[in-house]
């Protein structure tokens, strides 16, 4: 079992940044990749961006060049910087770790995008 303590969401205008945090319960350097998805209200849970462990990352192609994700290994904690943000960013955000085979997710935590 891995738990998830997710941080970081809440209101923000848009053009403006949050930072998310992911701190799973197991040593990160164990955990073959680490992601974060979003569900919007009415529509399916996506992927918006993944980190293995050894350090590659993946992005949908809505955040390219907006979003990044990053792993600091001495906080065992995995962050998604988003800048720019815009309304249609308006989401549920949840923590994601693929654990020995296993899928394990976060509470979430909503990001608002309004003026």
């Known amino acids: 079992q891995v738990q998830l303590v997710e941080s970081g969401g809440g209101l923000v205008q848009p053009g403006g940044s949050l930072r998310l945090s992911c701190a799973p319960s197991?040593?990160?350097?164990?955990?073959?990749?680490m992601g974060w998805y979003r569900q919007a209200p009415g529509k399916q849970r996506e992927l918006v961006a993944l980190?293995?462990?050894?350090?590659?990352?993946n992005y949908a192609d809505s955040v390219k060049g907006r979003f990044t994700i990053s792993r600091d290994n001495a906080k065992n904690t995995v962050y998604l910087q988003m800048n720019s943000l815009k309304p249609e960013d308006t989401a549920v955000f949840y923590c994601?770790?693929?654990?020995?085979?296993?899928?394990?997710w976060g509470q979430g935590t909503q990001v608002t995008v309004s003026s």
């Open positions: 994601n770790a693929i654990f020995n085979g296993f899928v394990y």
């Open positions: 197991e040593n990160i350097f164990s955990i073959y990749a």
């Open positions: 980190i293995k462990n050894g350090g590659n990352t």
